[in-house]
């Protein structure tokens, strides 16, 4: 049987990756799919631009409407990125018959539903496993492998260059600025780094989750999202001391009044395995009824870690090339005519600990004050932690762990607190989640 023909749309950091491992392990990719796998055709913006790739065999181009409307290809993989030229191109493949299989989260969570609607249409596939998690298979894991399972929440660190900055700000005191600058190097950030470090990419990529494993429309507008460059060496270590390590977390949660679905930084107890995912790594924590606690780790960013993912998609895809479109794994793992309409939750409305941190000033009756106004709010102090002011200042850092209350009651009690005239400046909030899997 011929070779089964793919077209890329970009030969960037996972463009260029999936071409070498295509071309590295050609023979057990073939021994598996049960056909062999070419790239014919590529196109990149700049052909003079050196790649970290082998390209002899590929036609290149600088059109990608050229790669969608080759006859001859018949997978086209969406290698870009961003959400307009993707997004047409990935539209004008599934109108051309072609199967799709794409890295890109921003595309999948805020166009999926509609790409999604087309390939059912037309009969072809689109496949995302790229798009969470690097080169972990969490798509695959929840879709097919938790099938069985109502899943009740997942948490997941789903931002490689977000966790790469918090690792090396903790474990060596870099700048956050300098350590984004390396993480661009490596081609872990995205085009726009923004999206890593303000959580648009986690949101991304948490929306995705989060439909798969409730059943749910992607809702990428409803996803709360708060990112990590207000995060200071100063909570990283303080929340060292009480026990636990910040990062940056989606969380996905089932609860009787609707799904949770937020992206922010998080205080979690230093024990668990996920605290301690550290670096470019990855890690999503699923809790399913029947399995219990489940942990998915591995690299979450880069051009061979990623590039698994893809080919394993494409993989996938040749694998059910002759198949009957209406007997394979649906794209949001559950039938389309069966996603439920069950409502994403306001942030107010959410109900989690929290870690404050506030500058008074060194004299009695100003604790009493803070202490007052959560008490009046309903919230109960975990601890408290009053350090010493800095040499010629009056003012002292004042640092509470809190129990869980409703996200709106803490939003009032901080307003509260900031018009003291004891305090200086913002209260630091950061949420805390215990992520107990018992
Ligand atoms: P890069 O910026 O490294 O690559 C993008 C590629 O698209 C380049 O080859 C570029 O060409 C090409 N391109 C851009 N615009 C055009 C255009 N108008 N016409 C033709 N070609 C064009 O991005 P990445 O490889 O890092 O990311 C690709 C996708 O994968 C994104 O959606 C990203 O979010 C996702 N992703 C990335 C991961 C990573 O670790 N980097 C991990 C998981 C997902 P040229 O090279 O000539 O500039
Ligand atoms: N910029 C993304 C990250 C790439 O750092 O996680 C992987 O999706």
Redesign the pocket.
Known sequence: MDAVKVGL?????????AVTVLKRNAEEITRRAGRGIQVTHA?????D?P?NCDTTGITL????NEVVNDPDVQIVV?????DT??CDMVKKAIANGKHVV??????IAKYGNEIFAAAQERGVMVAFE??VA?GIPIIKAIREGLAGNQIQWLAGIIN?TGNFILTEMRDKGRDFADVLTEAQEL?????DPT?DVEGI?AAHKLTILASIAFGIPLQFEATYTEGISNITREDVAYAEELGYRIKHLGLARQSDKGIELRVHPTLIPERRLIANVDGVMNAVLVMGDAVGPTLYYGA????E??AS?VVADIIDVVRVLTSDPENRVPHLAFQPQSLSNVPVLDMAEVETAYYLRMLAEDKPGVLADVTRILGDRGISIEAIIQKEPQPGSDKANIIMLTHRILEQNMNQAIVDIETLSAISGKVTRIRVETLNAD
Do not use: H, Q, S, W
């Open positions: 749309l970009g030969l960037g950091t996972v463009g260029g990756g196109a990149a913006r700049d052909l631009k790649r181009t600088t059109d990608p969406e290698l870009i990125g961003g030229l993707a794409t890295a890109n989260k921003a595309l790229a798009a690097g490689g081609g872990y950030a995205e085009a999206f990419d979450g960013a880069g051009a870690p990623t993912a």
